[in-house]
C-alpha cells in the first residue's frame, strides 16, 4: 500500500505538517510560537490559535517541497482532533477538512495522545501483536494497553493529577528556571545528586497501589519540593537547586518507569513503548533502557525529534488508520479537547 498521508498536528503550541508514504517519513516540519510564552510563564491559548493561523500554509508549503510532491499526489489528510487547547485544535482539523474537501480524499480526525506512541512505528518498525504504551507529555502521562494502534487500545491507568511534563514546568518555575521548565530541570538535574533528597513517591505502596495500580499523582511531590524550597529559605540556608532537580527528577521517571514495567508484565506484553514529550527526559530514558537490559523486555523510545509534538505523529497514526481499513471520520466532526484515551479516532 504506497497511500501518501498528510498529518497536521495543532493542539498546543507546534504547527507541524509531515508526509508519510509506506511508513516512511517523507518530510516533518514544525513551526512553533513557544518564544513568545517565555515572558506569561505559560501558554496564552489565543496566541497559540493565532500563530496557527499564520503558520499553517508556510508549513503545508515548506512540508510538500521538502517531499518533493504536490498537494494533488495526497491520498488522505489526518489532523489531531483532541484533546488539546480548543481554539489550536479548530485551525489544524478546519484547515485538515478544507485539503481533504478539496482533494477529494478521506479526512481522519485522531488522537494525539495515541499519535505520541505511533510515532515510535517510523523508527522501529511494526508493533508487536500486544504492548504497553507509556505516553507522556505536558498535558498527559498514561499507560495504555495497545492490541492495534488503529482501532484497539485500551487506557490501564493516568495521572490522577498533574501530568509529569507539567509538574516539571511547576519545578521549573519554583526554581527560577524559564519556561518550559521540563528541559531546563532536566539539564540542571545532571549536575545534582539524586540521593541526597528524597522527595516521596505517591501510590507506591500498601492500599494506594492497590487501589491505583496504574495510577500517577504528582500533585504532592511538586508540593513536597515547594516545602522543601520554603524551609531552606525560611532557615536561610543555601538551595541546592542541582540536587533538588534530581531528587525530584528520579522520583518521578522512577514511577514512571516502575508502573510501566509492572503493567507489562501484568499484561503478558514483552514491549514498552514510551512517546510524548516527556519522553525526552534523559533520566526517565536511561532508567527504561536499564529496566528493558535487566528484564528482557523491549523498551521502545523515538529520538528526542519525534518526542516533543511534530505532524509525523499525526501522519503515521493517519497511515494506521489507512493500512487497517478504519473508516474515516468524515467532514461533520467537531474537535474534541478532552478526548478520550481510548478513543483512537473522532466521529
Ligand atoms: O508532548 P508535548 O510536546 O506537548 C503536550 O502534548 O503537552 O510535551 C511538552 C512537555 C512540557 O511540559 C515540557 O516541559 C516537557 O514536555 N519536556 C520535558 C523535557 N522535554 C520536554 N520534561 C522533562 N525533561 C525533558 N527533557
Ligand atoms: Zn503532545
Redo the contacts with the bound molecule.
Keep these: 500500500m504506497s497511500e501518501l498521508i498528510l498529518g497536521v498536528e495543532t ?2 503550541d ?1 504547527t507541524g505538517v509531515a508526509l508519510v508514504r509506506d511508513g516512511e517519513l517523507l518530510a516533518d516540519v514544525t513551526a512553533t510560537s513557544m518564544d513568545e510564552y517565555a515572558r506569561f510563564g505559560g501558554i496564552i491559548p489565543e496566541i497559540a490559535s493565532r500563530a496557527h493561523l499564520e503558520s499553517f500554509v508556510p508549513t503545508l508549503h515548506a512540508a510538500l517541497e521538502k517531499a518533493g510532491v504536490t498537494l494533488d499526489e495526497v491520498d488522505a489528510v489526518a489532523a489531531t482532533a483532541g484533546p488539546g487547547l480548543i481554539g489550536s485544535l479548530i485551525v489544524g482539523v478546519s484547515a485538515a477538512k478544507a485539503l481533504a474537501l478539496a482533494l477529494g480524499k478521506p479526512f481522519y480526525g485522531v488522537n ?1 495522545i495515541i499519535a ?1 506512541l505511533a510515532v515510535d512505528r517510523l523508527v522501529h518498525g511494526d508493533f508487536p501483536e500486544k504492548f504497553v504504551g507509556l505516553a507522556v ?4 502521562s498514561h499507560l495504555m494497553l495497545v492490541r492495534n494502534i488503529a482501532t484497539d487500545v485500551v487506557e490501564l491507568g493516568g495521572t490522577l493529577d498533574d501530568a509529569a ?2 509538574a ?2 511547576k519545578v521549573g518555575r519554583l526554581l527560577g528556571l524559564p519556561y ?4 531546563h ?2 539539564r540542571l538535574a545532571r549536575e545534582g545528586d539524586a540521593t541526597k533528597i528524597r522527595f516521596p513517591r505517591a501510590l507506591q505502596s500498601g492500599k494506594n497501589l492497590e487501589l491505583h495500580k496504574y495510577d500517577y499523582s504528582f500533585s504532592g511531590l511538586k508540593t513536597a519540593v515547594a516545602r522543601h524550597i520554603e524551609g531552606l529559605r525560611e532557615r536561610g540556608e543555601e538551595i541546592p537547586k542541582a540536587d533538588i532537580a534530581a531528587g525530584f527528577q528520579e522520583a518521578v521517571s522512577g514511577a514512571l518507569v516502575e508502573k510501566a514495567i509492572a503493567a507489562v508484565r501484568a499484561n503478558g506484553c514483552d514491549t514498552l513503548v514510551v512517546g ?3 519522553s ?3 533520566r526517565l530514558r536511561e532508567l527504561a533502557q536499564e529496566e528493558a537490559r535487566r528484564s528482557g523486555l523491549n523498551v521502545r523510545i523515538p529520538p528526542i525529534r519525534y518526542c ?2 511534530n505532524g509525523a505523529m499525526i501522519a503515521t497514526l493517519g497511515w494506521e488508520m489507512v493500512r487497517n481499513g478504519v473508516e474515516p471520520s468524515g467532514l461533520g466532526i467537531s474537535v474534541d479537547t478532552s478526548m478520550a484515551r481510548d478513543t483512537v479516532i473522532l466521529r
Aim: aromatic content about 8%; overall charge negative.
Design positions: 493542539s498546543c507546534e494525539h505520541h507529555s505536558g498535558g498527559h511534563g507539567e516539571f514546568d518550559p521548565g521540563g528541559p530541570v532536566d510524548g514529550g516527556f525526552a527526559n534523559s516533543t509534538d
